[in-house]
């Protein structure tokens, strides 16, 4: 199986900072990765997917970027409705797994 | 636009059986993969199954492998999770999700509570 292990697990941050969150697979997975926003409550959302390609509707303020195992979510301007948990999944081979989310949160 | 409607969650003694069901509209249904993901209260993300556009090929989690089974009815857009033997930590809200020209679109998630 496939092991991702996101870093931080949680972080805190100011309205306006630069955040980045980062992703690493246990083995070489292409770009066969995608991102996911997670407010308390609700269902996830998708924002980023094959590592770089924004979901329709998705503000550009969130890029991602990486190949092979190293890949990284960032949020180029962290607005009020951004804190919330973020999950990396990969999905080159199956089972399909996730990381254990980055708690993104107010400082 | 894309809907993902799930039901069928409720509470269910340990052993027992639950069928969860998702319907789709808003884009072809018959023509995508679709997957159940997990979550347990507090906890992280937890993919459970998924099925190929014409449910020819299906995966399971080692977790629910023997004990969960994925279905769908391309003519009713609408697909399935068929769970028995539920133990205590099968416990989660239950997400179908589809992955439409490579963007992933959730459903809002329904409870299974395993408990006596």
């Known amino acids: 199986d496939i092991q991702m292990t996101q870093s931080p697990s949680s972080l805190s941050a100011s309205v306006g900072d630069r955040v980045t969150i980062t992703c690493r697979a246990s083995?070489?997975?292409?770009?066969?990765l995608a991102w996911f926003q997670q407010k308390p409550g609700k269902a996830p959302k998708s924002l980023i997917y094959?590592?770089?390609s924004l979901q329709s509707g998705v503000p550009s303020k969130f890029s991602g970027s990486g190949s092979g195992t190293d890949f990284t979510l960032t949020i180029s301007s962290l607005q009020p409705e951004d804190f919330a948990t973020y999950y990396c999944?990969?999905?080159?081979?199956?089972?399909?797994?996730f990381g254990g989310g980055t708690k993104v949160e107010i400082k | 636009e894309v809907q993902l409607l799930e039901s069928g969650g409720s509470l269910v003694q340990p052993g027992g059986s639950l069928k969860l069901s998702c319907a789709a509209s808003?884009?072809?249904?018959?023509?995508?993969?679709m997957t159940w993901v997990r979550q347990a209260a507090g906890k992280g993300l937890e993919w459970v199954s998924t099925?190929?556009?014409?449910?020819?090929?299906?995966y399971y989690a080692d977790s629910v492998k023997g004990r969960f089974s994925i279905s769908r009815d391309n003519s009713m857009d609408t697909l399935y999770l068929q769970m028995s033997s539920l133990r205590a930590e099968d416990t989660a809200v239950y997400f179908c999700?589809?992955?439409?020209?490579?963007?992933?679109?959730w459903g809002q998630g329904t409870l299974v509570t395993v408990s006596s």
């Open positions: 808003g884009f072809t249904f018959s023509s995508y993969a």
């Open positions: 099925i190929s556009a014409g449910g020819g090929s299906t």
């Open positions: 094959a590592a770089s």
């Open positions: 083995q070489g997975i292409s770009n066969y």
């Open positions: 999944q990969q999905y080159s081979s199956y089972p399909l797994t």
């Open positions: 999700r589809g992955t439409v020209a490579g963007n992933y679109y």
